[in-house]
């Protein structure tokens, strides 16, 4: 029996690696002997065999032929990943800026024991003149003057550090946050979060409020839309692999695009105000995309950084090389980056955390499906008046199906509920187990494969948290927090922004009025 599971497994892998080399353009490697590559394999963003034909490839394919105009960063890969002692972003090296006459800076690595054709691999492209100081201003007090009023955070994880008793979003509830539009997947579904939306709404606002103008929300859509136009354009032009394969099957779930241009990349946008974003891979995305982020700053600056008070964005599993500590700020957080102990002298550092801040307007590229990324703390974070606006581009795995996966959703909970029906009569419960283990169970063998310990999933089940009959210890916190235990090691938590007892299963059709909703998602943790 294991055996037959390992073979499976391996079988998934291999054929996952099939897809991702296709999807990364990763040509045939001819270097003799052990080759293994420690970081992460990819050549979404550009490749070539050694530094100086990179270069050409990159100066040609922006159009830059004047000294000083492409700038290359060698990085290296450490595998040992630079935090604080409490877990939160740390940098060891910064890249600014050097000139307005800089136009690309393009971090790179070589692949350790290749001499291929794909030997040297860019890791990450920062456009700093992506978009004009006008507008990129125009469209920060858009943002900043509606979403901290109206907006509807998202909830990441993230947030913090792994205690969860970090400040690094600020102290009064008003600090750092994000605000995320379009459509998104779902483990619920393997799909689209609006597959049972009759009426879908991607730019949705929190509409409750008295002094809410429904022009805002026509606003904050139609401005996001233009720049999801534009930053296609940018984005079909910087990373052309990335690009198509991310508007390959365009027509095939056109409903789960973003903008109105002919190629649409994208599926969603989140804008993050202030926010600082602990390490993490976005597990999500499509294994052949980039990630896109547009920066829009509170004060308008296209060169003057300062390091200790603008927000760095870094890859805290790789350092500078060592032939660039000239042209880098070294930042200095005496007695709590990890790696360096209190006291003792900054040498090379063995750990990680190389960072780039980006200007005003400018679009950096990144493969954050595979890269582990953060984005440092502001000082003083406010969503209300930020210090940093930054407009995140995705797309997300499985979203295939036309109309958001609406049909072939329908079809298969109704086939669900016939089967179950024929074979234990007309209530579901008349099974051994109920619904809501049987969605666990299928979040499970959906990340086993991938390898995830956390899900996250909606559960709808027609008994209330304190009615399920297995295992249950119901307890109320101060802080509105529902746990129950479930057997196996499973639990549900909170907190709930509805009452429990109108929990519902859409599967057996107990009730289907009070569940439309998918933002709001019971946290099913399997250990």
């Given at each position: 029996m294991s055996h037959g599971g390992n073979q499976k497994s391996n079988n998934n892998s291999s054929k996952r690696r099939k897809v991702d080399d296709k999807l990364n353009a990763l040509p045939p490697c001819t270097c003799p002997g052990d080759v293994t590559d420690q970081a992460p394999n990819y050549n979404l963003l550009?490749?070539?065999?050694?530094?100086?034909?990179?270069?050409?490839?990159?100066?040609q394919r922006f159009g830059l032929c004047e000294t000083g105009q492409l700038r290359l960063v060698r990085i290296e890969w450490t595998g040992q990943e630079a935090k604080t002692e409490?877990?939160?972003?740390?940098?060891?090296?910064?890249?600014q800026r050097r000139s307005l006459e800089e136009k690309v800076c393009v971090f790179y690595r070589y692949r350790?024991?290749?001499?291929?054709?794909?030997?040297?691999?860019?890791?990450?492209?920062?456009?700093?003149?992506?978009?004009?100081?006008?507008?990129?201003?125009?469209?920060?007090?858009?943002?900043?003057?509606?979403?901290?009023?109206?907006?509807?955070?998202t909830q990441r994880q993230c947030d913090k550090n792994p205690r969860k008793d970090c400040h690094c979003q600020g102290m009064d509830g008003l600090g750092g946050?994000?605000?995320?539009?379009?459509?998104?997947?779902?483990?619920?579904?393997?799909?689209?979060?609006?597959?049972?939306?009759?009426?879908?709404?991607?730019?949705?606002?929190?509409?409750?409020?008295?002094?809410?103008?429904?022009?805002?929300?026509?606003?904050?859509?139609?401005?996001?839309?233009?720049?999801?136009?534009?930053?296609?354009?940018?984005?079909?032009?910087?990373?052309?692999?990335?690009?198509?394969?991310?508007?390959?099957?365009?027509?095939?779930?056109?409903?789960?695009?973003?903008?109105?241009?002919?190629?649409?990349?994208?599926?969603?946008?989140?804008?993050?105000?202030?926010?600082?974003?602990?390490?993490?891979?976005?597990?999500?995305?499509?294994?052949?995309?980039?990630?896109?982020?547009v920066t829009l700053l509170g004060r308008s600056t296209t060169?003057?950084?300062?390091?200790?008070?603008?927000?760095?964005?870094?890859?805290?599993?790789?350092?500078?090389?060592?032939?660039?500590?000239?042209?880098?700020?070294?930042?200095?957080?005496?007695?709590?980056?990890f790696g360096h102990p209190p006291g003792t002298p900054w040498m090379y550092p063995p750990c990680g955390g190389v960072g780039i801040i980006p200007t005003h307007g400018s679009v950096l590229f990144e493969h954050a499906l595979r890269e582990l990324h953060v984005t440092t703390p502001?000082?003083?974070?406010?969503?209300?008046?930020?210090?940093?606006?930054?407009?995140?581009?995705?797309?997300?795995?499985n979203m295939r199906l036309r109309d958001h996966g609406y049909r072939e959703t329908e079809e298969k909970l109704k086939r669900l509920k016939e089967e179950r029906e024929n074979k234990n009569g007309?209530?579901?419960?008349?099974?051994?187990?109920?619904?809501?283990?049987?969605?666990?169970?299928?979040?499970?063998?959906?990340?086993?494969?991938?390898?995830?310990?956390?899900?996250?999933?909606p559960v709808f089940c027609p008994l209330s948290v304190d009615q399920i009959p297995f295992n249950t210890q119901v307890t109320t916190t101060h802080s509105t927090v529902t746990t129950a235990s479930c057997r196996g090691g499973m639990r549900v938590v909170g907190p709930y922004q509805h009452d429990p007892?109108?929990?519902?299963?859409?599967?057996?059709?107990?009730?289907n009025t009070a569940i439309n909703s998918y933002e709001n998602p019971i946290k099913v943790e399997v250990k």
């Open positions: 550009g490749f070539a065999s050694n530094p100086h034909d990179l270069f050409s490839i990159l100066a409490s877990g939160c972003p740390a940098v060891e090296s910064v890249i350790r024991g290749h001499s291929c054709e794909s030997s040297v691999q860019a890791v990450l492209i920062c456009l700093w003149d992506g978009f004009d100081e006008n507008r990129s201003t125009y469209v920060y007090s858009v943002l900043s003057g509606i979403l901290p009023r109206h907006g509807i955070p946050a994000c605000y995320s539009f379009g459509c998104a997947w779902t483990m619920y579904f393997n799909g689209c979060k609006f597959a049972r939306s009759k009426s879908v709404k991607k730019f949705k606002l929190d509409d409750k409020s008295a002094e809410f103008d429904r022009r805002s929300e026509e606003l904050v859509e139609q401005t996001l839309t233009q720049v999801t136009n534009d930053t296609s354009l940018l984005f079909q032009h910087c990373a052309p692999q990335a690009f198509n394969n991310q508007t390959a099957d365009q027509d095939e779930c056109l409903e789960c695009k973003i903008g109105t241009s002919t190629q649409r990349p994208f599926m969603g946008v989140t804008a993050c105000l202030d926010f600082s974003a602990h390490n993490h891979r976005d597990k999500h995305n499509h294994p052949g995309g980039v990630t896109v982020v060169l003057t950084t300062d390091p200790y008070h603008d927000q760095i964005h870094s890859l805290p599993l790789y350092r500078v090389a060592p032939e660039e500590l000239g042209e880098c700020h070294r930042m200095m957080y005496p007695g709590e980056l502001i000082p003083c974070p406010s969503r209300e008046r930020p210090t940093r606006i930054a407009v995140v581009f995705y797309q997300h795995k007309s209530h579901p419960y008349h099974r051994g187990l109920p619904p809501l283990v049987e969605q666990i169970e299928a979040a499970k063998r959906v990340f086993e494969e991938e390898n995830t310990p956390l899900y996250e999933i007892s109108e929990i519902y299963c859409e599967i057996c059709s107990a009730h």
